[in-house]
């Protein structure tokens, strides 16, 4: 059973940063893209981030670009995505899904609160 | 960007009804559409994939149609646990673009 787990959400001030981590497992990892999809409270779904199976490619939405850094580790079954110079418009879900285009599993979310 | 335009935006409807959600893409993406289900406090549920292909598991009531620009989710008979918010999302290009959701209320 494929499963995802994400962790690392919480309160921070505006200009803060964090570190969101994904636990994978139920699949070969290093066979699947890797993405972050972040949801503000109340609105939609928001494509941020993904990366190839061997972490060599990367894509970011603008907003978070220079910012956002994903990165992944294939030996721990894991991504990541270091969030720097938070925003309030940054308040989110942030989800782990897998796959960079047809995404198909999602983990359950970790949330982001930007808040002074 | 591709802009993905999703309609309508909400959605009353009562159960055994035929409900029809479309997305139109601001540029041709082929088939390369994905639709999703999202109920509050969850995870968004992947529902159909390349546009019309079925994700194993999914009731057959479900199904997608559409290539280039204009794609359709259509539900055939509307059962209770249906009710809720429903995407698309192009992955023909970057970055990629969510519709901005449909809600499914019940009548």
């Known amino acids: 059973e494929v499963q995802l787990v994400e962790s690392g959400g919480g309160l921070v001030q505006p200009g803060g940063s964090l570190r969101l981590s994904c636990a994978a497992s139920?699949?070969?990892?290093?066979?699947?893209?890797m993405s972050w999809v972040r949801q503000a409270p109340g609105k939609g779904l928001e494509w941020v981030a993904n990366i190839k199976e061997d972490g060599s490619v990367k894509y970011y939405v603008d907003s978070v670009k220079g910012r956002f850094t994903i990165s992944r580790d294939n030996a721990m079954n894991s991504v990541y995505l270091q969030v720097n110079s938070l925003r309030a418009e940054d308040t989110a879900v942030y989800y782990c899904?897998?796959?960079?285009?047809?995404?198909?599993?999602w983990g359950q979310g970790t949330l982001v609160t930007v808040s002074s | 960007d591709i802009q993905m335009t999703q309609s309508p935006s909400s959605l009353s409807a009562s159960v055994g009804d035929r409900v029809t959600i479309t997305c139109r893409a601001s540029q041709g993406i082929r088939n390369d559409l994905v639709w999703y289900q999202q109920k509050p406090g969850k995870a968004p549920k992947r529902l159909i994939y390349a546009a019309s292909s079925l994700q194993s598991g999914v009731p057959s009531r479900f199904s997608g149609s559409g290539s280039g620009t204009e794609f359709t989710l259509t539900i055939s008979s509307l059962q209770p646990e249906d009710f809720a918010t429903y995407y698309c999302l192009q992955h023909n290009s970057y970055p990629r673009t969510f519709g901005q959701g449909t809600k499914l209320e019940t009548k």
């Open positions: 899904a897998r796959n960079g285009g047809q995404i198909d599993y």
């Open positions: 139920g699949f070969t990892f290093s066979n699947h893209w």
